[in-house]
T-cell receptor, first 112, second 116 residues
Framework: DQQVKQNSPSLSVQEGRISILNCDYTNSMFDYFLWYKKYPAEGPTFLISISSIKDKNEDGRFTVFLNKSAKHLSLHIVPSQPGDSAVYFC???????????FGPGTRLSVLP | DAGITQSPRHKVTETGTPVTLRCHQTENHRYMYWYRQDPGHGLRLIHYSYGVKDTDKGEVSDGYSVSRSKTEDFLLTLESATSSQTSVYFCAITSVGREISYNEQFFGPGTRLTVL
C-alpha cells in the first residue's frame, strides 16, 4: 500500500496559467515533505520543501501548501512555463530527512 | 551538483548474469541510497548505507545486494539478473538542505538497465 500517493498520472496546462499538482499521504508521522522535478534521462532534482510545522512555503514561481489534517500537500506553479514540463515527484520523510518515501509521480505538460 | 556519478549509464544483459552498478560521490557524504524507478511506482528504495560497511534494506531489496568499502563508493549488485529488474536505477546522497535542520536528497544521473 503506497504511503505517498499522486493520483493524477498526468496534467496538461496552458503556458502562463497555474499548474496544481497534488499529493496525499497516509502516515501522520511524516514531518518533512519535498517536491522533485525530473527531466528524461536525468536524475530527479530538488524543487521545494516544507516541514510539518508550516502550512506554506514559497520559492519564486513555486509554492507548496500543506494541509496536515487532510494529509494533503500541493505544489502550485505560477505562471507555468514550457520548461516546467517534467515529471514531478512528491516525497515524505520521517526524522527530518533521513529516509524518504516517494509518490509515483505526475507528468506535467505545459503547452505553448 | 552533489558530485554524484553512476556507471555504467546504460547496460543490457541477459537473464541469470551478475551485474554491478557503481555510485561514486566526491563530497564525503555519509548516507547513500539506491533507488529504482518504474512507471506507476515512482522511486522505490532498494538499499541504503549510513557509513562504510553499514547498510540496510529498503522497500524492494529482494534480489539485490550492496557494499560500501569506501565512503565514496556504493555498489549495487544483482547476483542473477531477472527481467523484472529491468529499470532505471538512481543513486542518491543525503545532505543538509536549505533549512539547516532538514536534509535533502541529491540524485545521480541514473543507470538504465535492461535484462533480456
Amino acid at each position: 500500500d503506497q504511503q505517498v500517493k499522486q493520483n493524477s498520472p498526468s496534467l496538461s496546462v496552458q503556458e502562463g496559467r497555474i499548474s496544481i499538482l497534488n499529493c496525499d499521504y497516509t502516515n501522520s508521522m511524516f514531518d518533512y515533505f519535498l517536491w522533485y522535478k525530473k527531466y528524461p534521462a536525468e536524475g530527479p532534482t530538488f524543487l521545494i520543501s516544507i516541514s510539518s510545522i508550516k502550512d506554506k512555503n514559497e520559492d519564486g514561481r513555486f509554492t507548496v501548501f500543506l494541509n496536515k489534517s487532510a494529509k494533503h500537500l500541493s505544489l502550485h506553479i505560477v505562471p507555468s512555463q514550457p520548461g516546467d514540463s517534467a515529471v514531478y515527484f512528491c516525497a515524505a520523510s520521517l526524522n527530518y530527512g533521513q529516509n524518504f518515501v516517494f509518490g509515483p509521480g505526475t507528468r506535467l505538460s505545459v503547452l505553448p | 551538483d552533489a558530485g554524484i556519478t553512476q556507471s555504467p549509464r546504460h547496460k543490457v544483459t541477459e537473464t541469470g548474469t551478475p551485474v554491478t552498478l557503481r555510485c561514486h560521490q566526491t563530497e564525503n557524504h555519509r548516507y547513500m541510497y539506491w533507488y529504482r524507478q518504474d512507471p506507476g511506482h515512482g522511486l522505490r528504495l532498494i538499499h541504503y548505507s549510513y557509513g562504510v560497511k553499514d547498510t540496510d534494506k529498503g522497500e524492494v531489496s529482494d534480489g539485490y545486494s550492496v557494499s560500501r568499502s569506501k565512503t565514496e563508493d556504493f555498489l549495487l549488485t544483482l547476483e542473477s539478473a531477472t527481467s523484472s529488474q529491468t529499470s532505471v536505477y538512481f543513486c542518491a546522497i543525503t545532505s543538509v538542505g536549505r533549512e539547516i535542520s532538514y536534509n535533502e536528497q541529491f540524485f545521480g544521473p541514473g543507470t538504465r538497465l535492461t535484462v533480456l
